[in-house]
């Protein structure tokens, strides 16, 4: 005798597994910490800290006292970047993030310099040939720098934002 059904029937199709929906709502937003990078930017009301806080993932990473990034604040973000999506707002803040906390001492040593941004094979042209403050990728110039109290973390100040540069190495997860 043969079988028109398959080979298994609806008791092994587990669809009230997918269909987990958390009646509690969503998790609450952390408190921020006031030593961390995201603290310092909210307690300056800075615009950046917003865009940072909007990518919740990264907003931990930053949220952290123990971060130890160079952050490149730009003072005037446009409106485009509240229609952009997470993934390009995330590839923002990581290309304006330093690996490691850069004095502004450094930046001003060397004549020309190339710094790796946290996204891999992503780097950032330091000229110090011109002028007397640092010109980033011959685009942003450099404002000021600050040190965030009770962290390791430099928040590096400059005039407008860097351009995204085509990096194919930018969807990798940080």
Known sequence: ????????????????MRRVHDLRGPLPYPTVNPNSILGFLKEHNQSFGGVIASVRRLA?????????FTLLVPLNV?????????????????????ERAVPYNFLTSA???WINTRIPGDRILVDNRTTESPLLNNHARVLGYDSV??????????????????????NIDI
Do not use: C, W
């Open 1 to 16: 005798m043969a079988s028109i059904q398959g080979f298994t029937d609806g008791s092994y199709d587990y669809k009230h």
């Open 60 to 68: 931990a990473q930053y949220n952290d006292i123990q971060a130890t």
């Open 78 to 98: 446009p409106h485009v970047v509240r229609n952009m999506s997470e993934l390009e707002r995330r590839n923002l803040i990581l290309a304006h993030t330093l």
């Open 111 to 113: 004549g020309v310099m």
């Open 149 to 170: 109290p009770g962290s390791r973390a430099t928040i590096i100040y400059i005039d407008q934002m860097l351009p995204l540069q085509d990096n194919p190495l930018s």
